[in-house]
């Protein structure tokens, strides 16, 4: 797995690993070989978060993170290739303002973020409830797996 960071000043080495560990969790969960993955992340502000947005969601409104599947039909994957699952993009100062809302680290929220986007990447949705308590399971799960599970 190789997470591919346009800031690194805004994620530490520990906390990259955590992503990585995460993305691995995820893709393993999906029977998925994590080796050859790759994810771009990007951490941006909320008025680049609004105009991504805004341009690919027809949303003109700051939100805390975008997915941007690459991947249509993942039986069409070769293990034995490197392949670009997609982008995950954040909104660090949404990040820490939800984090304080919901009374937990801002790591715990910006992680629970990157898994959410990843499961994106992976094809889960949330538009119905069926699929919305899917995916929350899914998340928990691996929050839970990294030791960042809600109290």
Same mark, same amino acid.
């Given at each position: 797995?190789?997470? =591919?960071? #346009?800031?690194?000043?805004? $994620?530490?080495?520990?906390? +990259? ?5 995460? $993305? ?17 992340? #990007?951490?941006?502000?909320? &008025? ?15 939100? &805390?993170? =975008? ?16 392949? +670009? ?7 660090? /100062?949404? $990040?820490? /303002?939800? $984090? ?16 959410? #986007?990843?499961?994106? =990447? =992976?094809?889960?949705?949330? +538009?119905? /409830? ?12 691996? +929050?839970? /797996? ?6």
């Amino acid at each position: 797995m190789r997470i =591919l960071c #346009s800031s690194e000043k805004t $994620a530490d080495d520990r906390l +990259m690993g955590t992503f990585e560990k995460a $993305a691995e969790l995820c893709l393993e969960k999906e029977g998925l070989n994590s080796e050859g993955a790759e994810i771009s992340l #990007s951490f941006v502000t909320r &008025d680049e978060i609004r105009r991504l947005n805004s341009m690919y969601r027809n949303v003109d409104s700051h939100t &805390d993170v =975008l997915s941007f599947p690459l991947v249509e039909d993942f039986d069409e994957i070769d293990d034995e290739e490197e392949y +670009m699952l997609g982008d995950v993009v954040i909104c660090r /100062e949404q $990040a820490r /303002e939800q $984090a304080r809302e919901y009374g937990h680290s801002e790591e715990r929220e910006i992680v629970y973020l990157f898994v959410h #986007s990843v499961l994106h =990447l =992976l094809g889960y949705d949330h +538009m119905d /409830e069926d699929e919305k308590r899917e995916m929350r399971v899914r998340e928990e799960e691996v +929050m839970r /797996e990294l030791g960042l599970e809600r109290k």
